[in-house]
């Protein structure tokens, strides 16, 4: 699919059919996430497949009781930073920012492969680190960062996208030209997430 494309169809999926993913489907989305930039080429990711139905609800139940919808989700992914690998490099500030950041430019990646592939997905970021560490067995230095729900499902409840100068501003912040001809429009009614 034309890369334009990939990122306007793709959108957060939280209704799942019961069909399954098939294992090559799912490791190139995982390479996808692999393929992300990261801080000093550290590659401090560490995904956790959680495909099994009886592990998949343990995992669901220790995430907030609005995201039980993730229970249909015929595989899940917790992305984790090793920290250690992290912090070495940068200290604190790679342990708390880059950390963060480098898994996030994975999970990105990997919602953008899925849509590519025709695979539903959704990025969650609400759970109880503790809880997740522990459905997973993540020793503690390697710290969740996102859940994500992978299937094949349907958009439920799309949400319209505010135009880009709604977000954009010259120079310093509040800044925004006059000239709305400057930035392209984005179409409204395309949904947001």
Same mark, same amino acid.
């Given at each position: 699919?034309?890369?334009?494309?990939?990122?306007?169809?793709?959108?957060?999926?939280?209704?799942?059919?019961?069909?399954?993913?098939?294992?090559?489907?799912?490791?190139?989305?995982?390479?996808?996430?692999?393929?992300?930039?990261?801080?000093?080429?550290?590659?401090?990711?560490?995904?956790?497949?959680?495909?099994?139905?009886?592990?998949?609800?343990?995992?669901?139940?220790?995430?907030?009781?609005?995201?039980?919808?993730?229970?249909?989700?015929?595989?899940?992914?917790?992305?984790?930073?090793?920290?250690?690998?992290? %912090? %070495?490099?940068?200290?604190?500030?790679?342990?708390?920012?880059?950390?963060?950041?480098?898994?996030?430019?994975?999970?990105?990646?990997?919602?953008?492969?899925?849509?590519?592939?025709?695979?539903?997905?959704?990025?969650?970021?609400?759970?109880?680190?503790?809880?997740?560490?522990?459905?997973?067995?993540?020793?503690?230095?390697?710290?969740?960062?996102?859940?994500?729900?992978?299937?094949?499902?349907?958009?439920?409840?799309? %949400?319209?996208?505010?135009?880009?100068?709604?977000?954009?501003?010259?120079?310093?912040?509040?800044?925004?030209?006059?000239?709305?001809?400057?930035?392209?429009?984005? %179409?409204?009614?395309?949904?947001?997430?």
């Amino acid at each position: 699919m034309e890369f334009g494309k990939v990122l306007r169809v793709r959108k957060s999926v939280r209704k799942f059919s019961s069909k399954g993913i098939s294992w090559k489907v799912l490791a190139r989305i995982l390479e996808a996430g692999t393929l992300a930039p990261s801080s000093g080429n550290v590659q401090n990711w560490v995904f956790v497949v959680v495909a099994d139905s009886e592990r998949r609800k343990r995992l669901v139940n220790s995430l907030p009781s609005e995201q039980g919808w993730a229970a249909d989700a015929p595989a899940l992914i917790v992305v984790a930073s090793d920290n250690e690998q992290v %912090k %070495k490099l940068y200290g604190e500030r790679g342990e708390k920012v880059y950390a963060i950041q480098n898994c996030a430019a994975a999970v990105e990646n990997m919602l953008l492969c899925a849509a590519d592939l025709g695979v539903g997905s959704c990025w969650i970021g609400y759970f109880d680190e503790k809880k997740v560490a522990f459905e997973v067995d993540l020793p503690e230095f390697v710290r969740p960062q996102a859940v994500i729900a992978l299937g094949y499902g349907e958009l439920v409840d799309e %949400k319209g996208r505010e135009p880009l100068q709604s977000f954009v501003f010259f120079e310093r912040y509040g800044n925004k030209r006059r000239d709305v001809g400057v930035l392209p429009l984005v %179409k409204r009614g395309v949904g947001r997430r």
